[in-house]
């Protein structure tokens, strides 16, 4: 496994390394790490569809894992991320019963917008 600080990036690399794309922002990335990880544990392997990304699924669980470790998010948080990312769709704040989550969905994703930004996993 090529470590993500080797990978390519969007416009290429010198060491003729692939290319990769970085996501557009947090809510993107979260839902390919929890696509990614249902194909890992069904066995499917789900590689191959879209571009190259510059992360491994686990690389956005450490993110948000660091977060909660520094009390940045709660556990409510990582919930309405599994919840909503297994589902691949956002909350929807028109509707009463979606309302609270989706202010949960949108607190959490801006505070691992950073993260990934760091890291290059979003540009």
């Not at 390519?8 to 990335?29: I, K, S, V, Y």
């Not at 919840?83 to 969905?105: H, L, M, S, T």
Request: hydrophobic share 40%; with cysteine; charged share 30%.
């Amino acid at each position: 496994m090529v470590s993500s600080s080797l990978r390519g990036t969007a416009t290429g690399d010198a060491a003729g390394l692939p290319r990769t794309e970085p996501f557009r922002n947090a809510e993107q990335a979260w839902f390919w790490t929890l696509a990614a990880l249902k194909a890992r544990r069904e066995g499917t392997g789900g590689g191959g569809a879209g571009p190259r990304r510059p992360c491994d699924p686990d690389d956005v669980v450490k993110c948000l894992d660091t977060l909660y470790r520094r009390r940045r998010i709660d556990l409510v948080h990582a919930r309405i991320l599994r919840i909503w990312g297994e589902r691949q769709a956002a909350p929807n704040p028109a509707y009463a019963a979606e309302k609270c989550d989706w202010r949960v969905w949108q607190e959490a994703l801006e505070r691992l917008e950073w993260p990934l930004r760091v890291k290059g996993i979003v540009a």
